[in-house]
């Protein structure tokens, strides 16, 4: 064989081993770029890339006026990466003054043996600045949202608290928690493997954080402020443990003010509740905690929020505020009249008990409604002895007694009402005077709304709408009513109330220039260790609505334990207060003025005229 | 005729012819020139330029949106700072329009509550104007308004 054709025969080798060299090379390359670069990739950058949870910006909850109650504001944390830092001494040094920390806490902080150590939670902008002008190795700053309430503690038993992991603890806080929280989002940072941010590197969102929506509430921060003053001067002045007051629209149930109070041991009123700001500077709030309340209180030294929505999860026994549910079924089934005279002695025995009326009197005629009028325990006995148990109690289902009232509030009762299972000789004589049933204030309001609603029940609402992120309401569904008294004897049951306020035990409820309907009740405090009850004790309450003939508000007011004990003389005069001043604020007409307006045709050819739907809710 | 001795004088000086020129080694004898290859040579060079235009293409398109990212890093990171202000903006206004603040504010400048509100009587709006005396002394008299 001549070379050159051996020479020919080698290259035509050699030209096939490269041949066959590249194409296993190209096929290494698909398989590398097509079918494992996830992997490869995923290997590459997890020596790079730290992964980092961001969280969702949680929704905010307004009034119905769209006024801020509570919102979420991101701050900024200062951590430190122990690992990073060479000289902790001149570092501590550096660090101290801007975060107001003791050096020698710092410096044992950042000796730590640990990647990650916290070292002042949610500072300050202005401190934020500082600490990112020193430029010191191994200090960072991550991003924290933190809970403010402008309003201070506002509303708060109703409105709750997160905790320091921004969830939910208590209050529509809780309820809500799922709308509100939104959805955390994560974020890949690029770090060198020791762990020191790469220059330019922002991170990259890999699932972006969904921010929570808010709620829109039906209360008006106006009228709850009006509520928590009155409420609370009354607790000061009346020396009681605590109180609740509750503000409802008629029409809708729209609830437009809950009031929670209790009295402060030391009577100096909670420590983040003790200055009145006197500028508006001093409202500027504070940097530690997981949720910051305004430094201005809503309160007067003595009172603080109560630790929980009382109005909704505490019951009490009623009294003669219950009285309602008796007449009401006795006017509904025709067993009285309003002008019905009645025999009433002083004292009437029923079982091995003995029923007195508040004050001593000899036997009197009396009216169904001077009944009403003077809160005769024995004669509303009488009344529910002709009415019978069975109507008795079904009125008491009917009016939502020992029923949820459909807010599903954290904790709320449902009341305790005995059945008939649990009837006894003398339950007829302490059930229609409310001193075997025990009730919320909210169900309590519930009913007397349902007389000023012309006989229609209406579930309370908390809640109005849902807020989008960008700013969008979307309106709750109206609330569900039912027909539980006939409109002639809500009428009926109206005129007698309006005497309670004219000319009965309520007289302090009334308000110049509004004709107000409603029933005081005072009635004693169960002792939960023994039978019977605690001596001295009492819940002071009023429950109405005005104006009488044209309900626009219904209000309850509450006092537990106070000096004097009378409902009457404790409670009334907070309902005059607060109700005279939410009808002014919404701009009811007086009764002069409704007369004009009604004749002239300005309020309505019904003379109807309700709380204003409040205004459209700001930007979330 | 002349005599052929001078010829070789007159006639002009042969100039050396160059070697014929040799063909260069080679081992194999070179293909032939194709008509084929010839065609092809254009579009070689076509393909090879837009070969090498594509991958400029690539790393251009390729830096543009490294830019772009860099550029919607950076906004991203403005419209994060922007909303987190305006969110502690809202709220310091809603710490200064609170109740307690707005009522210690009125306080201060010596405001107090009303003692007595009172509803104006509601005026029908078809009652045309009362017409105001101001031409009494020039003897002028002002236009009557018209009623709706």
Redesign the interface.
């Known amino acids: 064989m001549s070379p050159?054709v051996l020479?020919?025969r080698r290259t035509r080798a050699l030209r096939v081993l490269l041949l066959v060299i590249f194409i296993a090379m190209v096929f290494r390359l698909v398989v590398v770029q097509q079918f494992s670069h996830q992997h490869y990739a995923s290997l590459s950058s997890a020596e790079l890339t730290q992964t980092v949870t961001v969280p969702a910006?949680r929704g905010g909850i307004y009034d119905r006026n769209g006024?801020?109650l509570a919102?979420?504001?991101?701050k900024q944390t200062v951590v430190a990466d122990p690992f990073l830092i060479k000289d902790p001494t001149t570092l501590a040094g550096q660090l101290a003054p801007v975060l107001g920390i003791p050096a020698s806490q710092l410096r044992a902080e950042v000796t730590q043996h640990s990647g990650f150590v916290y070292l002042a939670h949610r500072v300050s902008?202005a401190v934020a600045a500082k600490v990112t002008a020193l430029n010191l190795t191994g200090i960072n700053l991550v991003s924290e949202p933190q809970r403010?309430q402008?309003?201070?503690q506002?509303a708060e038993p109703v409105v709750g608290s997160v905790g320091a992991d921004g969830s939910g603890q208590s209050g529509l806080e809780y309820q809500y928690q799922s709308l509100l929280a939104g959805k955390a989002g994560t974020k890949d940072l690029m770090e060198s493997p020791n762990g020191v941010a790469l220059p330019?590197s922002?991170?990259?969102a890999s699932t972006s954080s969904v921010a929570g929506s808010g709620i829109e509430l039906t209360l008006d921060?106006?009228v709850q402020?009006?509520a928590e003053q009155a409420l609370g001067a009354e607790v000061l002045a009346s020396h009681a443990v605590g109180g609740t007051a509750i503000v409802m629209d008629v029409k809708t149930g729209d609830v437009i003010a809950m009031a929670n109070l209790s009295a402060t041991s030391s009577g100096s009123g909670s420590s983040s509740a003790q200055t009145?700001?006197?500028t508006?500077s001093s409202?500027?709030?504070s940097t530690s905690g997981a949720t910051l309340t305004?430094q201005?209180?809503?309160l007067p030294a003595g009172v603080s929020e109560a630790p929980s929505n009382t109005a909704l999860t505490q019951v009490y026994e009623p009294g003669s505020v219950f009285k309602l549910v008796t007449f009401s079924s006795a006017l509904q089934n025709k067993v009285i009249s309003p002008s019905q005279t009645f025999s009433v002695p002083n004292s009437l025995s029923i079982g091995t008990y003995t029923f007195h009326d508040a004050e001593n009197h000899g036997t009197q005629t009396m009216t169904a409604t001077d009944i009403l009028d003077q809160s005769s325990n024995i004669g509303t006995i009488e009344i529910a002895g002709d009415l019978g148990e069975n109507r008795l109690l079904a009125q008491i289902s009917n009016l939502g007694f020992g029923k949820p009232t459909g807010l599903n509030f954290p904790g709320e009762s449902e009341g305790l009402i005995p059945g008939a299972s649990a009837w006894t000789g003398s339950s007829i004589g302490s059930t229609p005077i409310g001193q075997n049933d025990a009730v919320t204030a909210q169900q309590l309001l519930d009913a007397y709304n349902a007389v000023a609603n012309g006989g229609v029940l209406v579930q309370p609402r908390l809640v109005r709408g849902t807020v989008s992120s960008g700013g969008t309401m979307s309106a709750a569904a109206p609330a569900t009513s039912r027909r539980v008294i006939d409109p002639a004897t809500t009428a009926e049951l109206t005129t007698m109330l309006e005497g309670v306020v004219t000319g009965g035990t309520g007289t302090a409820a009334a308000i110049?220039?509004y004709t107000v309907a409603g029933k005081t009740g005072t009635a004693q405090i169960p002792d939960p260790s023994h039978l019977g009850y605690i001596p001295g004790a009492f819940y002071g309450s009023f429950v109405g609505f005005a104006p009488a003939q044209n309900p626009v508000l219904s209000a309850v007011v509450v006092l537990d334990r106070p000096t004097p004990i009378y409902g009457g003389a404790v409670a009334a005069p907070v309902f005059s207060t607060i109700m005279e001043y939410a009808l002014?604020h919404y701009g009811i007409?007086?009764n002069?003025?409704a007369t004009?307006?009604t004749s002239?045709g300005?309020v309505g050819g019904t003379g109807t005229v309700t709380v204003p739907a409040g205004a459209a809710t700001?930007?979330a | 005729m002349p005599p052929p001795a001078s010829s070789a004088a007159r006639r002009p000086a042969v100039r050396p012819q160059p070697a014929p020129r040799r063909p260069p080694l080679r081992l194999f004898e070179p293909a032939p020139r194709s008509r084929h290859r010839s065609r092809r040579r254009p579009t070689v060079l076509v393909a090879s330029v837009l070969i090498i235009g594509s991958l400029l293409s690539v790393v251009v398109a390729d830096d543009l949106v490294a830019q772009g990212q860099i550029r919607l890093a950076h906004t991203q990171s403005l419209t994060a700072a922007a909303l987190a202000q305006q969110k502690q903006l809202q709220v310091a206004v809603a710490q200064l329009a609170a109740p307690q603040i707005v009522v210690t504010e009125a306080r201060q400048l010596g405001m107090v509550a009303p003692t007595q509100i009172v509803d104006l009587p509601s005026v029908p709006l078809n009652v045309a104007l009362p017409v105001p005396d101001t031409g009494a002394a020039s003897g002028t008299t002002s236009p009557t308004p018209s009623t709706p």
């Open positions: 050159i020479l020919g910006l006024e801020v919102e979420s504001v991101t902008d403010v402008p309003a201070g506002l330019g922002t991170g990259t921060e106006s402020y009006v009145v700001a006197a508006s409202a500027v709030p305004s201005a209180t809503t110049d220039g002014q007409p007086t002069a003025a004009t307006s002239s300005a700001e930007g």
